[in-house]
């Protein structure tokens, strides 16, 4: 009876050392090709010149902006404002997209230069953070990520 009482515990010891070794190995080959380097994801916000908007939208989707609205606006000022400062034009156009946080700088810095080199390109652009996204799917969506997979349960 002893005997049989070893071979039962060597067969389980025996049983839990495979399972080990084999979660083991199969752990970093199932997390690896389901992990997805996340980077933060931000609201940029960009106002322009009416008639500039679909360049500037052409122009913010070079940075793998995936999702952008227009909304059409119109300037704060009064007309007699406006001529006063030379300008003349008060119909606008808020951008808003979602942008990756690495690659921000490289946009404002294009924006920027495009807003003073561009004929009648004015513009102002910031960022908002984002505080969370729903799902890896919308995240893998909003950051232009196609490596993101959707996790088996």
Do not use: W
């Not at 010891?13 to 090709?33: F, G």
């Not at 001529?83 to 990756?100: M, T």
């Not at 984002?130 to 196609?146: A, C, D, E, P, Q």
């Amino acid at each position: 009876m002893g005997d049989k009482n070893r071979a039962k515990e060597h067969s389980k010891d025996s049983k839990k050392e495979n399972k080990q070794h084999s979660s083991q190995k199969a752990k970093p080959s199932a997390t690896a090709s389901n992990t997805v380097k996340t980077n933060r994801l931000k609201l940029l916000v960009t106002i322009v010149a009416r008639k500039k908007a679909e360049y500037y939208t052409d122009l913010i989707q070079s940075f793998d902006v995936n999702m952008q609205m227009v909304v059409l606006a119109e300037g704060t000022a009064n007309a007699k404002m406006l001529s006063f400062l030379g300008l003349a034009d008060s119909e606008k156009a808020v951008i808003f997209g979602v942008i990756q946080e690495n690659k921000i700088p490289d946009a404002m810095n294009t924006l920027e230069e495009k807003f003073h080199t561009i004929k009648d390109g004015k513009g102002v652009a910031c960022t908002i953070p984002l505080t969370s996204v729903i799902g890896t799917l919308i995240y893998g969506f909003l950051s232009n990520n196609r490596l993101t997979v959707k996790e088996s349960k």
